[in-house]
């Protein structure tokens, strides 16, 4: 199993997650705003992999992110946002995620991503 942070301010994309992943993380943290889970992380240096929302209150996704780099350069980071544009990719991998997600997406596409940056994650 591996250890996710979830960062959302809505509960319901949180829910959405916890479902998504719960063969795959029975207990995911959750932050949500971006202040929280750079504690979160700092506190947690076991963390495998954030999926990092980008549009949030008191610090945005991109933020965090920054914040996170400065004292873990190896955890996984994903972007999701819902909040599309095409600049939002590059500007969420300079701000250091290492991938990107759009909003919506379905179970299945998370898992892909989730494949291709872990080694033995469960295809559901």
């Known amino acids: 199993m591996k250890k996710i942070l979830i960062v959302d301010d809505d509960f319901a994309s949180q829910l959405m997650l916890e479902i998504m992943l ?3 993380c029975k207990f995911p943290l959750i932050a949500t705003n971006g202040m929280v889970a750079v504690r979160l992380c ?3 240096p076991d963390i495998d992999i954030i999926l990092m929302d980008i549009k949030m209150p008191e610090l945005d996704g991109y933020q965090a992110t920054k914040k996170i780099r400065e ?3 190896d955890i996984i980071i994903i972007a999701q946002t819902s909040y599309a544009f095409p600049e939002d990719r590059e500007k969420a991998i300079n701000a ?3 991938d990107y997600l759009s909003k919506p997406y379905n179970q299945s596409d998370l898992m892909e991503l989730l494949k291709k940056w872990t080694n033995n994650i ?3």
């Open 71 to 73: 004292f873990n350069k």
């Open 42 to 44: 700092k506190e947690n």
């Open 96 to 98: 250091g995620c290492n």
């Open 22 to 24: 719960e063969d795959y």
């Open 122 to 124: 469960m295809i559901l």
